[in-house]
């Protein structure tokens, strides 16, 4: 395979662009399979608008893989919102195999966030031992100046299971150091028997024992200094070989934990003892584990309890609700909010496709989620906002209670004009009005090649103060200096 164009960067020190984020879940299409030659590539596609090449070679190995993110509504004070819907690569990696179609090398470019410059390169080349048989990975990383900061060597059984890895850290004089060191043992059913940390002083070990069904029992960690060994800790767990129900920490406070399952496996029950000096506190949790549908959002519910003075008595201390906090299309992603014990305000957002979405504030009303409050944003296709409209809850229902509207100069970047505000075309103004569509407010922008932006505020007669958000879209009340907040859809510091 020809020497790869990623390593030639590498050695040119070039400068690459990046945009990076959690990656998300890639569908390939039909239709993206394309041929030339005897080559083929794939286009994997998301429905954010990122994508994956994958290019593969005349014996249909993966050659090189391509990630790409468009770069989207980004409120940070890093970033350049002029880029909003752009497609950035975030990832780069091209791989080399021996005759025989096993990787003996890859080199990958990782881009760091937010700074569009700033990535790191990461070469790793396998091979094997003739004598020991094993397969030995070098694993070096380099700075986007082409600078070696890390080595990492690997060795792996024939089986490919971890025997030992060691980093060692490069200072800015090619001195080598001793960062971590790592050994590790496997049982005959190949489950894993010991971890040694080795760093140099001192070693941390992580001993594994499992029963007779080959399930996880105990769990010790031994403290070694000096070649002298100590046991300062360890792990009970329960038949399932997964829940701890008791542990022994450094300061050798013994803990106990006691687990109850429902008819599907679920964890529905879980208490805890605690020892605090001489007293022993216990606390149950119990989890209800159907879940309940709140606007066609699932959330599950669970109780706390502690005993009285360390009887068999039970009293409820709390009540959370685990609430999804994000819909996607119609459908719940992983992030929840824990709302509780009772009117602790949560964020609910409802995305409608890769720009727009609905921000709803939920309250635990009785023990209960409620709508309170919603806004809703839209933006256009370079992700800049076009409006936001602002909602009460009357009567069960949302009433339009404000709404402000972004006017814009399509024909006018804001990168090529002085004064730069953050989007990506020239924003004229921003003309706020009630719920029954009157002008309240309106904010012009002016802009010269020579001046920074001007902004003239015109406040028409029933002014009223606009709610203030911090970056989480949270409703704040107050403001801290030096932080970054948005109004009226605009970023301000606080001073």
């Known amino acids: 395979m020809k020497k790869s164009l990623l390593l030639g960067m590498l050695l040119c020190g070039a400068t690459m662009t990046f945009a990076q984020q959690n990656e998300p879940v890639y569908t390939e299409r039909l239709d993206s399979v394309t041929e030339d030659g005897n080559l083929i590539r794939k286009v994997d596609y998301a429905d954010n608008g990122d994508f994956t090449y994958r290019h593969y070679d005349e014996n249909m190995l993966l050659g090189a893989m391509d990630k790409y993110n468009k770069y989207k509504n980004c409120l940070s004070q890093y970033c350049d919102a002029s880029r909003n819907g752009e497609l950035r690569p975030y990832r780069k990696d091209e791989y080399e195999y021996d005759s025989d179609g096993n990787l003996t090398k890859s080199v990958s470019v990782e881009y760091k966030f937010p700074f569009w410059d700033d990535y790191t390169i990461e070469v790793k080349e396998k091979n094997v031992d003739e004598v020991s048989k094993r ?206 014990p009772t009117n602790i305000l949560g964020i609910g957002y409802d995305y409608l496709n890769e720009n727009d979405y609905d921000m709803y504030d939920v309250e635990i009303v009785d023990g209960n989620p409620v709508y309170t409050e919603k806004t809703s944003y839209r933006f256009n296709s370079k992700g800049d906002m076009i409006c936001s409209e602002y909602y009460k809850l009357e009567d069960n229902n949302f009433v339009l209670s404000g709404k402000n509207t972004y006017v814009y100069d399509e024909n006018t970047l804001c990168s090529t004009i002085a004064g730069y505000n953050g989007y990506y075309y020239k924003l004229l103004c921003v003309v706020s009005t009630d719920g029954s569509g009157n002008e309240t407010y309106r904010t012009t922008y002016h802009y010269s090649p020579y001046t920074t932006t001007g902004i003239t505020s015109v406040a028409s007669s029933s002014d009223k103060a606009q709610a203030i958000y911090n970056l989480n879209g949270q409703k704040v009340s107050s403001t801290q200096s030096g932080q970054i907040y948005i109004q009226n859809g605009k970023k301000f510091i606080a001073k």
């Open 135 to 340: 397969i030995v990975e070098y694993t070096k990383n380099f700075t986007s100046d082409s600078v070696l900061y890390e080595v990492v060597k690997s060795e792996y059984d024939e089986k490919g299971q971890l025997l030992n890895r060691m980093s060692q850290s490069v200072d800015e004089y090619g001195n080598f150091s001793l960062s971590e060191g790592l050994t590790m043992t496997y049982t005959t059913s190949g489950k894993l028997k010991t971890e040694e940390f080795d760093y140099g002083s001192q070693q941390i070990i992580w001993e594994y024992v499992y029963d007779k069904d080959d399930k996880l029992d105990v769990w010790n960690t031994y403290l070694q200094v000096g070649g002298e060994k100590m046991l300062t800790g360890y792990n009970i767990y329960d038949e399932k070989g997964y829940y701890c129900i008791e542990e022994k920490n450094e300061k050798g406070v013994v803990n106990k934990y006691h687990y109850t399952y429902d008819s599907n496996g679920r964890l529905s029950e879980y208490i805890e003892c605690v020892m605090v000096g001489e007293d022993e506190i216990k606390t149950k949790k119990v989890v209800f584990t159907d879940m309940t549908m709140f606007d066609g959002r699932p959330y599950c519910v669970s109780e706390h309890f502690v005993t009285e003075d360390n009887g068999d008595t039970w009293l409820p201390i709390a009540r959370y609700i685990q609430f999804p906090q994000k819909l996607i299309n119609g459908k719940t992603n992983e992030d929840y909010h824990n709302l509780g």
